[in-house]
Each structure stands twice: as structure tokens, then as C-alpha cells.
């Protein structure tokens, strides 16, 4: 089955830690994507790569870094300079350029304890 | 003004009633919208894409995009409680990979 694989699911972390979320597609998507939702916000680009060994910032990038050194894997590690990382992480993938739809795995949710 | 605009409701409408969910957005160069449904603590599904100006049919769920007003609207006819979800549109332009959601709005169908 192709699809969007996001783990783990629930991910605990003591403040002042590193925190890597593993992204995993495999639909042969180009385009792979990082959003954060919190409560009454929203879905926020963190960070989106339109193709391997490229990506760019989003809206909220600070204290986030990611890599794509495979078509297939888009991870985002959650550094300590992220001042408020308690949310929901969801990827999500699509084949880019003109065609639209994206797809999202099922998240990651994250908290600082 | 925010790129996106959708009420987050709560929005409660009775088994059977026909629901329309809208967005307003105002960066003339989106040409692609989409709604997904999201249920709780789980990731957004596609239910509907169209491109430009228009309408698209899928089943129950009917997709509008007017560009000249920028708005866009998704109707459910005979909604289900299984309907109750959030609601989210996105939106993007044909010049790069960036796609901008709306808050979502959350729909309560009551049975």
C-alpha cells in the first residue's frame, strides 16, 4: 500500500533535548512538506522541499531543522531553541510542480514534559 | 489580512441538512483549492481538489471556487454524524510547491 508513514505516533521529551520525527512516503512524491497544528490555529508550514537535497523555511521554521537526502524521507528534528514544541506534526507529500493534492500520514504528537 | 480566511465554528446542523463551509482567501495567484476532512488526532484526508474557477462533484460533497469574489465552498448534502469532522481548506498557486490551510472549521452533525 502506498502511503505516508509518520513515527513515531506519541513522543515524549524533556525540555532542552533534540527530537527527531521520521517522515516516510511511498508514492514517489517530490514534494514533502512539515506542518504544525496546534489548537485554534491551525495547520503552519515549518518547512516544505520540493525536491531531494532542497528545501526551504516555511512560516514558523525557527528552532526546527530537516534533511533530504532521500526522495522518500523528509525528517524533522525539533531542536531546544523551540521555545513552545508541544503540538501536532503532520507530513505530508505530493508530486509537486503543477499537480496540488497533498497527502498526510496520520502525525506525530509531541510533548514536552 | 491573513492569506486564508475560514470560521472555526463550532458549526451544528441537524442529520439529513444540507452543510456549506466556505473560505475567503486573498492572494489572487491560488489557482488550486482543496478540502480535507480531519477526525480527531489524525491526519488531514483529501476529500476534494479543483483547479481555477468552478464547480466539482464527488458524491455528497460539492466543491465551488469563484475567483472573481476569492471564495470557496464545500457542500455536504444529507450530512451524516459520521460527517462530524474538521474541515480544512487549502490553497496554493502554480509557481511553487507552497500550500497555505485555513484554520479548519469543526462540523457537528446531530442525530
Known amino acids: 500500500d502506498g502511503g505516508i508513514t509518520q513515527s513515531p505516533k506519541y513522543l515524549f521529551r524533556k525540555e532542552g533535548q533534540n527530537v527527531t520525527l521520521s517522515c516516510e512516503q511511498n508514492l514517489n512524491h517530490d514534494a514533502m512538506y512539515w506542518y504544525r497544528q496546534d489548537p485554534g490555529q491551525g495547520l503552519r508550514l515549518i518547512y516544505y522541499?520540493?525536491?531531494?537535497?532542497?528545501?526551504q523555511k516555511g512560516d514558523i521554521a525557527e528552532g526546527y531543522s530537516v534533511s533530504r537526502e532521500k526522495k522518500e524521507s523528509f525528517p524533522l528534528t525539533v531542536t531546544s531553541a523551540q521555545k513552545n514544541p508541544t503540538a501536532f506534526y503532520l507530513c505530508a507529500s505530493s508530486r509537486g510542480h503543477l499537480n496540488t493534492e497533498a497527502f498526510f500520514g496520520q502525525g506525530t504528537r509531541l510533548t514536552v514534559v | 489580512q491573513k492569506e486564508v480566511e475560514q470560521d472555526p465554528g463550532p458549526l451544528s446542523v441537524p442529520e439529513g441538512a444540507i452543510v456549506s463551509l466556505n473560505c475567503t482567501y486573498s492572494?489572487?495567484?491560488?489557482?488550486?483549492f482543496m478540502w480535507y476532512r480531519q477526525y480527531s488526532r489524525k491526519g488531514p484526508e483529501l476529500l476534494m481538489y479543483t483547479y481555477s474557477s468552478g464547480n466539482k462533484e464527488d458524491g455528497r460533497f460539492t466543491a465551488q471556487v469563484d475567483k472573481s469574489s476569492k471564495y470557496i465552498s464545500l457542500f455536504i448534502r444529507d450530512s451524516q454524524p459520521s460527517d462530524s469532522a474538521t474541515y480544512l481548506c487549502?490553497?496554493?498557486?502554480?509557481?511553487?510547491?507552497?500550500?497555505?490551510f485555513g484554520k479548519g472549521t469543526r462540523l457537528h452533525i446531530l442525530p
Open positions: 522541499s520540493q525536491i531531494v537535497n532542497d528545501f
Open positions: 492572494n489572487s495567484a491560488f489557482q488550486y
Open positions: 487549502a490553497m496554493r498557486g502554480n509557481r511553487d510547491d507552497k500550500i497555505i
